[in-house]
Nanobody
């Protein structure tokens, strides 16, 4: 099983990034997926969730209206579009197969001037 995140980086406040997570080794199309994040000195938190077919999504209050989770089951990939980024969005972002317990290695997102 592999979950490989990409797309992180350094961005200024107000900017955008799109994270991708390529999955392999399990039936991706049957798996609900989430993005979690962990900021320095803070607990890991769920940011966004999407059902296996992509019909339903859910977001943390802190990112509602700014982040969008989506997936392409034909490409075994889940995305996180992040707009209007804020300093407090700085964290390591993880892709998670929610009910399988699979985690990616994380990708760093830094929002800074």
């Amino acid at each position: 099983v592999q979950l490989v995140e990409s797309g992180g980086g350094l961005v200024q406040p107000g900017g955008s990034l799109r994270l991708s997570c390529a999955a392999s080794g399990f039936t991706f199309s049957s798996a609900a997926m989430s993005w979690y994040r962990q900021a320095p000195g803070k607990e890991r938190e769920s940011v966004a969730y999407i059902t296996s077919a992509g019909i339903s999504t859910n977001y943390a209050d802190s990112v509602k209206g700014r982040f969008t989770i989506s997936r392409d089951n034909a490409k075994n990939t889940v995305y996180l579009q992040m707009n209007s980024l804020k300093f407090e969005d700085t964290a390591v972002y993880y892709c998670v197969a929610v009910h399988r317990g699979y985690w990616g290695q994380g990708t760093q997102v830094t929002v800074s001037l």
